[in-house]
């Protein structure tokens, strides 16, 4: 099989993932979207700890580290196009790295805080709702939606750039992907929750269109 094929084929179980993963984190709270924003509500949901624990290793592997093929197929081949392409590639394994260390570091805590949750009482109830939300808000605010967004917008735009010579959606679906990082990124940083969720939004919808794309283009135009 082809080395373009098998990364368009890698980049179609990359999407197919994502779906999972968002799927998975709408029942592990019962369709109780305002979780996805509160930390303090997921513990309402915490018999679903099992279905929290797949939502993030879903995360990991659909969001992250799937789209590493993708990166490297990107770099060898325009690495003479531009004397940006090494930054472009170096953005996008950060993105990969620092997304994909989150995803594994809540799996594991929120699988064991959850289930402690259930059985815990005062205090100890207490302290384990306080670390539960300061892990995830690290996790989420500082590594995702801080530090990643930062990598991601630059490789997402880049990766769009180089793109739309060969398929000019799947130019434009990088681009606008690369756009929703930014400001999502940009909404944490200046504390602006409501530009950060828009990003954010743009950002888990677009980026598994442009990935999946990319996929049914390196596998139907060889």
Known sequence: MQ?????????????????????????????????????????????????????????????????????MYCHQQYKFRSPWLGTFTVCGI?????????????????????QLHLTAEGTAKETIEIVFVTITTIVTKGFWNILETLFATVWFAGAGRFLYNENKFLGALGVI???????????NIAGLNGLAEIGLNIYLL??????FVAGVVFITRR
């Open 177 to 187: 992907t690369g756009a929703g990082t930014l400001l999502d990124g940009a909404g």
């Open 206 to 211: 677009f980026s598994i269109a442009f990935i």
């Open 3 to 71: 080395y373009r094929v098998l990364v368009g084929f890698i980049c179609i179980l990359s999407a197919i993932l994502s779906i999972a993963c968002l799927g998975v984190g709408v029942i592990s709270v019962d369709y109780d979207f305002e979780a996805f924003s509160n930390p303090q509500l997921v513990l309402y949901h915490a018999t679903h700890y099992r279905a929290a624990y797949w939502f993030n290793i879903l995360d990991m592997f659909g969001y992250y580290l799937l789209v590493l093929p993708l990166i």
């Open 94 to 114: 950060a993105y990969i790295v620092v997304g994909a260390i989150g995803a594994a570091a809540l799996a594991v805590a929120w699988e064991s805080l959850l």
